[in-house]
């Protein structure tokens, strides 16, 4: 049986670990993100994925919940996303230095 150490398993290469740890946090952002701002007002449920991806059926009653309840909310949940990834990249760099 082979000898595995710790060092097998990190990235060799920095561009690696920073792309590694900006995707890991851009997913936890936006689960964070569609957890907290996912909610439709006044109903309480979660916005279905399909619908928050823009996969809809051409009628004006979702037309209208798009453009009235859902949009703020995407917009807030892609705001936490780009703040993971940018929180992904300062660990990276952080640990890089490290």
Do not use: C
Request: no cysteine.
């Amino acid at each position: 049986m082979a000898n595995v150490n710790d060092e097998d398993f990190q990235p060799q290469n920095s561009i690696e670990s920073i792309l590694l740890f900006t995707l890991l946090f851009i997913v936890i952002g936006f689960f964070v993100g569609y957890l907290i701002f996912g909610k439709i007002p006044y109903i309480n449920t979660y916005i279905p994925l399909d619908i928050f991806f823009g996969i809809t059926k051409q009628n004006i009653l979702a037309d209208i919940l798009i453009n009235t309840f859902i949009e703020p909310i995407r917009q807030k949940a892609w705001i936490s996303t780009a703040i993971g990834g940018g929180l992904g990249i300062l660990i990276s760099f952080l640990r890089k230095n490290r």
